[in-house]
């Protein structure tokens, strides 16, 4: 069985039963696509609704590509395997090559830490080629598409990383993805900090070792159609000195969408993707994250969400709330279990997110959505500086490397003095998205 064979069996298609854009010619290939010249328009529209009714999905998509037909060139059915696998030069969006190399035997800092190196050269791939079938623009006119610096670093008190950024390019104007493996001694003062956060914390007794590895990206596109989007996933052990092995562990991490402008079929596909991945490993997750997700990217001081959402979790372990009476009345999972749900969840970020850089990157923008775009980007500032945990744990570290810390942070953003955009009862786009971001909703 070929490694791409594997991947279409492996992987159920994400719930996105629309019409979008063909990703640009070239290495990326898309299937299921419609031929749209005069001679075979009907027969190969004959051939996608066939498909799809052999999936018992044709009644509810005949109408949807009846009414995109003429303009677009991509069918995606719903939960149909294989009908649009887009694959990127031989990638796929499944990981395949980090789970063949997660051995079950190591210790679980060992298999994260293999885990995020190997998701973080594979989303790197996706998107260089992304920006690779991407037409130059007035942005970066040069022939030669963008790529991402791959900065590896060496903390001296313990522990290395990689910062792999990307600037200057096409569709995005600045996209990190970035992982750390980092070790050292964690007094008590420190892991009283932690407490509010962190209820599987024993009570500090003296200095002890930890270790916490994890992967965190943000990407800032250019296109204000196109939504900026975060990812981090993490893992932290504290060790009993005297044994050598872990004395409590947990799993953190989430991804969540900030657009600009509300496309409401963009953030159903992103939340369902998601959802999906959770559902396969315990259905209370998706509810309790998305709802976590919430209460934690909000600015108190604007009275407003970072974004649309998605999902978050921290403390995962196998004495959490969440698997413990009345919430779950399943037996506890176990630390490898937990471990295939961080897998799941988090090799669910390129099917949730690209297929929407696919459909929005060509869009064309205004001066004054940019400008909204770029409001939209101060409100971004605000919340990781003033609040975002991680900024703070990260710069609170002796030795902390504050290039990668920051990285989240757009290249340009502004902010405005009473700015009239957006106001409630305005009846624009704007007002749209800030309906939405004062009062969180729903969306699968």
């Known amino acids: 069985m070929s490694l791409r064979t594997a991947a279409l069996r492996r992987t159920p298609r994400p719930s996105y039963c629309s019409l979008v854009r063909a990703p640009a010619p070239g290495p990326i290939r898309a299937y299921s696509t419609v031929n749209q010249s005069a001679g075979n328009g ?155 956060d962190h209820p599987s914390l024993p009570e500090p007794t003296g200095t002890v070792p930890y270790f916490v590895t994890g992967l965190s990206i943000v990407m800032h596109p250019r296109n204000p159609h196109v939504p900026t989007v975060h990812l981090n996933y993490r893992y932290f052990e504290l060790e009993d000195p005297d044994t050598g092995k872990p004395k409590t562990w947990w799993f953190g991490g989430g991804s969540d969408l900030t657009p600009s402008y509300l496309d409401e079929e963009d953030v159903k596909h ?64 176990s630390q490898d279990q937990i471990f295939d749900f961080v897998k799941s969840a988090s090799g669910a970020f390129l099917p949730a997110y690209v297929p929407i850089v696919y459909k929005h990157r060509n869009d064309p923008w205004t001066e004054a959505e940019r400008r909204w775009q770029q409001l939209r980007r101060g409100r971004y500032v605000e919340f990781n500086l003033v609040y975002d945990r991680g900024t703070k744990f990260g710069l609170n570290i002796p030795g902390a490397r504050v290039e990668s810390i920051l990285m989240s942070l757009p290249e340009t953003a502004r902010w405005e003095y009473m700015s009239p955009l957006g106001a409630e009862g305005s009846g624009t786009r704007e007002a749209e998205l800030m309906e939405v971001l004062k009062n969180p909703k729903d969306w699968v």
Request: charged share 25%; hydrophobic share 35%; glycine share 8%.
């Open 42 to 196: 009907f027969s190969t529209r004959s051939k996608a609704l066939l498909g799809c009714a052999g999936t018992g999905f044709a009644i509810g998509l005949g109408l949807e590509i009846y009414k995109g037909y003429l303009n677009q060139s991509l069918v995606k059915c719903d939960m149909v395997p294989a009908v649009d696998f887009i694959e990127t030069k031989g990638y796929p969006y499944e990981p395949v090559d980090a789970m063949e190399k997660d051995d079950p035997q190591n210790p679980m800092r060992v298999r994260m830490a293999t885990w995020v190196r190997e998701l973080q050269d594979h989303i790197v791939k996706t998107i260089e080629e992304i920006e690779a079938t991407s037409t130059p623009n007035e942005f970066s006119p040069s022939p030669e598409p963008a790529k991402f610096l791959r900065d590896a670093w060496i903390r001296p008190s313990g522990g290395e990383g990689s910062s792999c950024v990307l600037a200057g390019g096409r569709v995005f104007e600045k996209a990190g993805v970035n992982i750390s493996i980092v070790h050292g001694m964690l007094p008590p003062q420190a892991q009283r900090a932690m407490l509010p």
């Open 270 to 333: 992103f939340h369902s993707t998601l959802k999906q991945a959770c559902d396969k490993h315990d259905e209370r997750y998706w509810p309790d994250f998305k709802s976590a997700c919430d209460k934690y990217f909000y600015i108190p001081h604007r009275g407003e969400s970072r974004g649309v959402g998605g999902f978050f979790f921290d403390d995962l372990t196998t004495s959490s709330p969440i698997h413990a009476p009345p919430i779950s009345t399943l037996p506890a999972p």
